[in-house]
């Protein structure tokens, strides 16, 4: 008889990445991965805050702004600024999140004095023409009108609307056609010194650039910038409302569109990582979780779906969904919980947990194949409030996992099987 062949010993070394952190003379910091090999910089920030920071009645007003920040700045117009980024081959844009305002340069080191000059002035002079303001308005709306029926973009947003009513995250992060209609250029520049405030401010810049450079550098684009103060964040996560519910829009389409929300974990939560694995062995793995094998292999009831743990500043949730016929929604629903029970009830099993893991540790080094990828990935660690030495424990922590750990995370997130849940469409049965 064959010896069976053994399992690889897993690799659980972090990307090999010297993070450096730099303090401007102004007291602006950053982590800083220094590459000579190529005659590239990349520079990804992002503000504490995002739309989470609109007026009530302002919906659309962050994302409105990450739209004009490189629509003329400075002595330049509109066309003046996109001008010199094409002339340069500078890539600068922005864009408006629940949590933060984000934003990100990509330069060649050789228009690297360019690149901060123009990043600069965006941050710190934006204009606000009324023209720029009326065309770049006019284009979400325009985009907004597009959405207006589209069955993923309408469950999303009725998702978040019924879990957080009343809350910034209940609103639509590009706002609606009646609330961005009324933004003004002058509501637009006041809101703005909130929006780029250096209180919680993290910045990541990969490339051809040296520390010492980076450090006068952070003091141009960011040091003129509002301190702001500091919001402490939440001890217990914002609760979702409406858990057990099942709410429907009736929709005239072939197909429902079925999302659902339970409550999930925080970043810093000592059962996050756990709770990692047991998400990819529900519906985080694009072909071997189980709702994959359960609703599209065994019964072929939709083409995807899936499942994600979304941490946000202030709460916390699963997250999941699919979409299928009509006459099959109640079936797909029905399906999708019952696993989440048969997880919290035995828990998955030991072959489950190692080969999650497997992918976990060993699919890392994917996110850091290029300079952009490094400081996007680096930024989202920065936010979560981890320090650069993470990246060496990272996929240890992941290792030392084990089977009793991800049955406490699915005891803890589907002990109680009440699930808030949204769909479009005209299913059968559901409700």
């Known amino acids: 008889m064959n010896a069976p062949i053994p399992t690889p010993k897993l690799n659980t070394a972090g990307p090999a990445i010297n993070v450096q952190t730099v303090r ?26 995002g739309t989470s920071r609109d007026p009530e009645n302002g919906a659309g007003s962050a994302y409105l702004v990450s739209g004009l920040l490189d629509e003329g700045a400075g002595d330049l117009d509109a066309e003046a600024f996109q001008g010199r980024m094409a002339d340069h081959a500078i890539s600068l844009g922005f864009d408006a999140r629940r949590d933060d305002f984000h934003g990100q340069l990509q330069t060649l080191s050789s228009h690297r004095d360019t690149a901060f000059e123009l990043l600069a002035l965006a941050l710190n002079r934006p204009r606000f023409d009324e023209d720029a303001v009326a065309r770049v308005r006019a284009q979400i709306i325009a985009g907004l009108q597009r959405q207006a029926k589209n069955p993923e973009v309408m469950c999303r947003n009725a998702l978040y609307a019924a879990a957080f009513p009343g809350h910034p995250y209940g609103r639509p992060e590009k706002g609606d056609v009646d609330s961005v209609s009324k933004l003004e250029a002058s509501a637009l520049k006041a809101l703005t010194p909130t929006l780029l405030d250096r209180a919680g401010l993290k910045v990541v810049v990969v490339g051809d650039i040296t520390a010492a450079e980076l450090a006068g550098r952070l003091d141009l684009v960011f040091g003129g910038l509002p301190k702001g103060q500091e919001r402490p964040r939440p001890v217990q996560p914002l609760p979702i409302q409406g858990l057990g519910q099942t709410h429907v829009i009736d929709l005239d389409v072939p197909q429902t569109v079925l999302r659902f929300v339970g409550p999930g974990l ?51 949730m699963l997250v999941g969904g699919t979409a299928t016929r009509n006459d099959r929604a109640a079936l797909a629903m029905q399906v999708i919980r019952e696993e989440m029970a048969k997880l919290a009830a035995e828990g998955p099993t030991e072959h489950e947990v190692e080969e999650a893991k497997r992918y976990i540790v060993g699919s890392y080094p994917l996110r850091f ?48 099987p009440d699930l808030l849940v949204q769909a479009v469409g005209k299913p059968a049965g559901l409700v």
């Open 266 to 316: 925080m970043w810093h939560d000592p059962g996050f990582i756990p709770a990692s694995v047991l998400n990819h062995i529900l519906g985080g793995s694009a072909f071997t979780s189980r709702l994959f094998m359960e609703v599209r292999e065994k019964r072929g009831l939709a083409y995807g779906v899936s499942s994600s743990l979304m941490p946000l500043r202030e709460s916390a």
């Open 24 to 49: 401007s003379p102004g007291g602006v910091e950053a982590w800083l991965v220094e590459e000579h090999s190529l005659p590239l910089i990349a520079v990804d920030f992002a503000f504490d805050g």
């Open 369 to 416: 194949d290029t300079s952009p990828k490094i400081a996007g990935e680096l930024l989202h660690l920065a936010l979560r409030g981890y320090t650069p030495d993470y990246l060496a424990r990272r996929n240890e922590l992941f290792a030392a996992v084990t089977l009793a750990d991800v049955k406490s995370a699915a005891e803890r997130l589907f002990g109680n």
